[in-house]
């Protein structure tokens, strides 16, 4: 089955620096790539995702790129705030009905 | 995502005891699915089902049983098969008519072990 690994697990940036999360998946056929946001003790809500037809997407200050030759995909977040603080989970998805397959998370600490 | 509702928002279970959360959404979601998140992990995929009276194994499937008698309503049944059974279980849904589809996440139950 697929297999994503995400990188970094913790990262730790200045209020206003960028952050970037990157995750690679190992089936060549995943078509679909969310990206989560986790608050702690809260539910995940999608906050961008990228369909493989697709190079880059961009929702104000996050953007997502996708990389199918490399079969990776990342996470960028510009003028991070405070309130960026959180865990993120970047998944994979196949056709094979909407399996998503999750990263490990990457828990993003933005210092004011 | 806040017409998917879990209850309990804790949970306690004590040794050779079944158990049974509950999954309900208004949002007239074909797909629901159920996943298990231990700290420092991914969520990992119990069961899914794509529609009333069908429901497919996940990855970690094994301890745990489910039912889907009705549209809104995914139970999460965790047996005494189940010896690590500690996690925070997160429920979701999807459209289920196409592939690529975002999933929403219910606000999550969390078993403990007594």
């Known amino acids: 089955g697929e297999n994503v690994e995400q990188h970094p697990s913790t990262l730790s940036v200045q209020e206003g620096d960028s952050a970037v999360i990157k995750c690679t998946y190992s089936?060549?056929?995943?078509?679909?790539f969310p990206w989560y946001k986790q608050e702690l003790g809260k539910r995940p809500q999608l906050i961008i995702d990228i369909r493989s037809n697709v190079g880059e997407k961009k929702d104000q200050r996050i953007a997502v790129t996708l990389n199918k030759t490399a079969k990776h995909f990342s996470l960028h977040i510009t003028e991070t705030q405070p309130e960026d603080s959180a865990v993120y989970f970047c998944a994979a998805s196949r056709d094979n009905f909407n399996k998503f397959y999750f990263g490990s998370g990457t828990k993003l600490n933005v210092k004011p | 995502d806040g017409g998917i509702t879990q209850s309990p928002k804790y949970l306690f279970r004590k040794e050779g005891q079944n158990v049974t959360l509950s999954c309900e959404q208004n949002?007239?979601?074909?797909?629901m699915y159920w996943y298990r998140q231990d700290p420092g992990q991914g969520l990992r995929l119990i069961y899914y089902s794509q529609i009333v009276n069908d429901f497919q194994k996940g990855d970690i499937a094994e301890g745990y049983s489910v039912s889907r008698e009705k549209k809104e309503s995914f139970p999460l049944t965790v047996t005494s098969a189940q010896k690590n059974p500690t996690a925070f279980y997160l429920c979701?849904?999807?459209?289920?008519?196409?592939?690529?589809?975002?999933?929403?996440f219910g606000p999550g139950t969390r078993l403990l072990v007594l």
């Open positions: 979701a849904s999807s459209i289920g008519r196409r592939e690529g589809e975002t999933q929403y």
């Open positions: 949002l007239n979601h074909d797909a």
């Open positions: 089936d060549s056929a995943s078509n679909y």
